[in-house]
């Protein structure tokens, strides 16, 4: 617990520090990572998996979302996917591939790793202009790991700089009443398989 606030006081002073900044920047990663990342987030597998089949994909975290909408559609097994993220280090290249991973992680049931990803994005941020999204997963990671004030203290960095009214309100409701998370169908399976597996860090 005392590592992770520590970790949230050095964001927070990375925040203050850069995030005033008035250069234009964009979500980084490449053009190619951005295809792939929308086409995740909608959860279109075949559609990713016929992509790469027509031109085979050169970019690490890619290819790691390759592994899994190959899994999600039975192509293969979590035993595959496994051996596919050995080297999940080397992928964190930039802000946009750690949040892949990070979705590939929760996709899968891996609520620490996710976690970590999600850390490695914020690390590589110069501000809190596209942080909403590393926010949102941190704070989905402490709710399923018991870390409510951590989880408070994030919420309350989205409330003050994006505009998620409800999504801070839900997220606020878990934390103060954490009770609440055993009926909340996608959380309470990640608890689950969070307290029902051994701790898992980079592989």
Known sequence: MIRYCLLFIVYCLLFIVFGCSST??????????????????RGKWEQIVEKNRQQPTQSLAC????????YRLGHTDQHVV???LSDSREVLTSELAAMMMSDVYMQLGMVTMAQRAAFEAMVKKTGVKDSERALRRLTETALITGQYELA??????????????????????????????RQHEIFNKLRENYENTQDQFFL
Request: one cysteine or more.
């Open 24 to 41: 234009p920047r964009h979500f980084d990663g490449t053009d190619e990572e951005r295809e792939y990342d929308a086409l995740q987030l």
């Open 63 to 70: 290819r790691k979302v390759v592994c899994l909408a190959q």
């Open 82 to 84: 496994k051996e596919c």
């Open 152 to 181: 408070l203290k994030y919420i309350g960095i989205v409330e003050e700089n994006f505009s998620s009214k409800e999504w801070v309100g839900e997220m606020r409701t878990l934390a103060l009443h954490p009770e609440q998370i």
